[in-house]
């Protein structure tokens, strides 16, 4: 028998977002994981924030949209916004009701940017790895370091002389690099940047990542401008960083491996991880020698 196409709208609906979601939808294990942080984090959002004035947007909403912007890789804060407004999944995962509007992108980017620079999606990142840590899933002891490219939203074509020019590079002995002469309109943090030789120069950042190697779960992330130095330079940060934040390389305790490619290979990056208390275990480096100390 052929169903009938109802035309007219029911006036009330019973059915609430929780109920949208399958079960075993992968995002409802994130949503919980993200709570529980954004609830370690709850003081530091009372400092972000003046006592009164008018309400803004939910610190702990702003953060779950960024985070499915990440996921989904919505490339701008309007698709974002689109997509919330009529899609159940992200509202369930932000937390806005079914009825509620969705905010304006300039409202978002605005709200987003105080976040950022509070340096909460690092403390964020920092509670998650808590998370695993009291659950015994870091090994505490072998690591994998390494960087990728982030293409900027920015294209070849914006990139224009500036004005004034430098008086001085940051090249070698003072050279002019084309990073120091030349900027993007649209991004002027973006740099033209290749991995390798036979790569195309593009718009870019590096992100850089320190994985333990038990379960492969990132405990330090940063991103940069694009350099040649970038990636070591992060990475004896980000060290560095652990070592004060976790106590992993404090004094007494065991000396950790970490693992990176032949980029890494260069004397002042292994000395700097010696200072760290740091044992090399370096991938594909059969045919290098290293320069370093041994430790």
């Known amino acids: 028998m052929r169903g009938d196409e109802k035309q007219q709208d029911a006036m009330f609906s019973y059915i609430n977002l929780e109920q949208r979601v399958p079960a075993a939808h992968p995002l409802r294990a994130i949503r919980q994981m993200v709570d529980q942080a954004l609830g370690d984090l ?82 964020l990142l920092m509670a998650v790895v808590e998370q695993a840590r009291a659950q015994s899933l870091l090994s505490e002891e072998h690591f994998t370091v390494d960087g990728t490219l982030l293409e900027a939203w920015a294209n070849r074509r914006s990139f224009e002389p500036k004005d004034p020019p430098p008086t001085k590079g940051t090249g070698s002995r003072g050279k002019k690099c084309l990073r120091d002469t030349h900027e993007s309109t649209t991004d002027p943090q973006a740099r033209l940047y290749k991995k390798s030789a036979a790569g195309e120069a593009k718009p870019s950042y590096l992100g850089h990542v320190i994985i333990e190697n038990r379960h492969g779960l990132v405990v330090a992330a940063c991103a940069t401008q694009s350099s040649t130095t970038a990636e070591r330079e992060a990475a004896l940060a980000m060290l560095d960083e652990m070592a004060r934040g976790s106590g992993t390389m404090a004094p007494g305790r065991k000396r950790i491996t970490l693992g990176a490619d032949k980029l890494y290979q260069e004397q002042k990056f292994i000395g700097g991880c010696g200072n760290a208390g740091l044992r090399r275990m370096w991938r594909n480096t059969k045919k290098l020698r290293p320069t370093g100390p041994t430790f």
Request: net charge positive; no cysteine; hydrophobic share 40%.
């Open 42 to 123: 709850s003081q530091h959002f009372d400092t972000l924030y003046a006592r009164g004035g008018r309400p803004s947007i939910p610190p702990e909403q702003l953060l779950r949209a960024l985070l499915l912007q990440v996921l989904y890789g919505l490339r701008s804060e309007r698709q974002l916004m689109e997509q919330v407004a009529y899609n159940l999944l992200y509202r369930w995962f932000v937390g806005l009701a079914m009825d509620e509007a969705a905010w304006d992108a300039t409202v978002y980017s605005k709200n987003r940017d105080r976040l950022l620079q509070g340096e909460v999606s690092q403390r």
